[in-house]
Structures are given as structure tokens and as C-alpha cells.
């Protein structure tokens, strides 16, 4: 293992985290969401927790299957995924949380896509994709928990499998800012020349 990837990764987590915990409080300001006491510190620890698990199951799904022959297709889905992006931009600009979910994401997806030098985007469409269901699971047990309810005039509300349509593009967000920052960190080499 090379003696980058435990601080990659701890970088990426903590940095990951506490960007989306002040997101997250951006919605509860904005009244997109409200949050008792009680549940303050699963959102808090959520923040690290979910980027965690994705970068763990990414490196495990790269070590696992290295052949990343489909590379080719993944400009094709994030240039489908930037048009989801518009499309709501331009039907939810009035819904808070439907405007700054996709909005960080659109602005993640253009800069990741096309002034990033870094190509990995087919391993995390790979990773997002085998996360969504531990990821659809635990959304359903948080919202069933009464300390985070969300505000339904901020959302376009278009629930996909009882969930908002968006809360699955902040999860793509959230977990594209972590695969990135690995990435990026992974590439620096350390310098040696004393």
C-alpha cells in the first residue's frame, strides 16, 4: 500500500465531511431542513461516515476489477447526469434544496469532466452505483427517525422510492467530492529531494 493513501483518505473524508456538514447547515439556516438536539450528532457523524464507506468500497471495487475499459462511456453519462442537472435547475430554481444540490453537483460534474486532468469517473459511477441501495436503506431509516425532518416546499417533490428525487444527486455530489479529493491527493508525489 502506498504511504500516501491513509492521509488521501483521511484528507478526502475530513475535508468531504466538512464541506457537505456546512451544506448542511446552509439547509437548516435556510429552513430546507430541520434538525432536533437528539439527532445532531448522527447528521454530524453522517457527513464522514457516508464519504468514508464510499472511498473504502471504491479502492476495494478497484483493487477487485481493474479493467477500466469503460472509461470511454462515462463523458457520455455525465454529460446525460449535467442535463438532469439543468433540467432541474431550470424547473426547481425557486426550491432551495433542489437549486443547491444541483447546483454543486453541476458545477462538480462541468469542473471533474472537463478542466480535470484526472480520469476516474467510470470507477465512481461504478461506486455510486453499488452504493445505492445500502445508501437508499439508510435514508429510509434516518427519515423514519423524527430529529431530521425536511421542508416538502423545497423540493421539486418527485419522490423516487418514497425519497426525494434529490436526496440522490446530494449523495452523487457528496461522494463525487471524496472520490475526487482521494484522487487528487493520490496523484501528488511526495517530494523526496531533501
Known sequence: MNNS???AFLLSVALT???FLLVTYLFSVLGVSSLSEPGLFNTIALQF???GIGLYLYEFLNKKFPNNSLDSFSLSLSNLV???CVAMLFFG???LYTLITFLILFALLLYVEYKNKLRFMYRFYRTYAALLIPFYLLCIFIKKQPQLV???NATLKLNLFYLPIEVYF???GMLLVAIYLFEFFKSKKPDTHG
Open 5 to 7: 493513501y491513509p492521509k
Open 17 to 19: 465531511g466538512i464541506f
Open 49 to 51: 461516515f457516508i464519504p
Open 82 to 84: 449535467l442535463g438532469i
Open 93 to 95: 430554481y425557486l426550491k
Open 150 to 152: 425536511f421542508n416538502e
Open 170 to 172: 446530494f449523495f452523487m
